[in-house]
């Protein structure tokens, strides 16, 4: 990657134990980062590369900034307003309680651009680690529809009728909850496990299970649990939560399933697999690749072919960051590692593949790319960026969205959108402070 990590210098995370910021994205990309530094800086000095599909760095001189602006496009430009630190009462109706479960829907302190825009949808995020918030990109309006239990890991169900994140239970606990997206009063804590850590949600394909990890205390072992839906109608009852698999580690990273519902994998170092008719831990399924962990696992839409990112460096650029692999889990293996087939260098830290699987964008440090699985080529189409930009795709891939900030002495992450192909990048909010992570671009 071509950059050092810019951090938020003025958030709370940094005061927050490295380990244990799992709350949202933030820790995350926190923890993969700081482990591909420490790789990069271990690594012998005589490597030699991995064999290359395309040029990226011929590639690197085509940034947002000299792609010629689509004319169908019109520009935006939000207005300014004040966001606290935190959401409060104060800063919300009169009428605002605080309720431990039941969302109230409230809109955010910001003047939201007027001007329409051709991209369509709604953008579901985590706002200040605090609150959940969705954004219309139609419009550029935002609200919070949730306000209390310090949400994180926001998922949107692939069927995008609900929304599913980890919040405070009782005590200090933190529980699994789901919300439904056609009435927000609808929230249902579906776990009641009573552990201090809950991490990584992931929905099935067909939207009616969840897996997760969570431990009883914050350094402790994790397990793998899966909640399925045993209800019906627009506010369904969960239930039959089951721990699948036990493990060693104390951080799992990137839970997916495969299109059947019969096996998850997940990270953590390499990649490794749970078999859920036998409830048994598999792996790991990949072997070391020397540079440093293997991470960001996703089955390729409706294949069991798991794709990841191995930890890689340019040793022209030391650009460091993940190389496209993958590997067919069709089949179980009995004894030894697949041999994963390494790919595009993206030098990424995270990656998501369009609903159809032609288009994958991969968000490093400081850079988007996107990459055309037909013909297997990347190439860059925002460079630069003060965040690592988060990116993911709108429903039909036409568009991305993603974390940047203007020019200025106290950078403040902001939503922008770009097309594909890297025409027109421009704000959607205009937050004076905060901090945003989980981004979900879902249908109007």
């Known amino acids: 990657m071509t950059r050092i990590r810019r951090l938020f210098s003025n958030r709370v995370h ?4 490295l380990l244990h910021t799992w709350r949202g994205g933030q820790g995350v990309r926190f923890f993969i980062l700081l482990l591909l530094l420490v790789s990069a800086a271990c690594q012998p000095a005589g490597s030699d590369a991995l064999p290359t599909l395309i040029d990226l760095n011929a590639l690197a001189t085509q940034t947002a900034a000299a792609i010629t602006p689509d004319a169908n496009v019109p520009t935006i430009t939000p207005t300014p307003t004040t966001i606290p630190t935190r959401i409060t009462p104060a800063t919300l109706p009169p009428a605002w309680t605080a309720a431990p479960t039941v969302a109230q829907t409230t809109a955010l302190p910001v003047t939201p651009a007027q001007q329409q825009i051709n991209a369509t949808g709604t953008i579901f995020y985590i706002y200040n680690s605090d609150s959940i918030a969705m954004l219309d990109v139609a419009s550029a309006s935002e609200e919070l529809i949730l306000a209390t239990g310090s949400p994180g890991s926001l998922r949107v169900a692939p069927d995008e009728r609900s929304l599913a994140y980890v919040a405070q239970g009782s005590g200090s606990a933190r529980e699994l909850y789901v919300m439904s997206r056609t009435n927000f009063d609808c929230v249902q804590a579906i776990t009641s496990l009573g552990q201090a850590r809950l991490i990584a ?7 009616k299970r969840l897996a997760f990890a969570a431990s009883q205390t914050t350094t402790g072992r994790l397990s793998i649990y899966t909640v399925e839906q045993i209800g019906i109608g627009d506010c369904p009852a969960w239930g039959n939560v089951q721990r699948v698999a036990d493990t060693d580690f104390d951080i799992v990273l990137d839970i997916a399933w495969n299109p059947d519902a019969t096996r998850l994998v997940f990270s953590s170092g390499l990649i490794y697999g749970v078999d859920l008719g036998e409830r048994r831990l598999l792996g790991p399924l990949t072997s070391p690749g020397g540079f440093g962990p293997d991470y960001g696992s996703v089955f390729y839409p409706g294949s069991n072919t798991v794709y990841f990112l191995r930890t890689d460096t340019d040793l022209n650029s030391s650009d460091v960051g993940g190389r496209l692999a993958y590997f067919d889990f069709s089949v179980i293996p009995k004894q030894s590692p697949f041999d994963a087939i390494t790919s595009t260098p993206l030098f990424a830290l995270e990656m998501q593949f ?26 860059p189409i925002v460079n630069q960026t003060k965040f690592p930009p988060q990116p993911v795709f709108n429903p039909d891939a036409s568009f991305i969205a993603y974390l940047d900030s203007p020019d200025g002495p106290r950078p403040v992450p902001q939503i922008y959108i770009v097309t594909r192909s890297g025409n027109q990048p421009r704000p959607l909010t205009a937050h004076t402070e905060g901090n945003i992570s989980d981004l979900n671009w879902v249908n109007p």
């Open 14 to 17: 940094a005061s927050v134990p």
């Open 201 to 207: 949600p992931a929905w099935s394909a067909d939207s």
């Open 354 to 379: 369009s609903r159809d699987g032609r288009y994958l964008v991969a968000g490093g440090t400081d850079r988007i790319l996107v990459q055309d699985m037909d013909i297997q080529t990347a190439a």
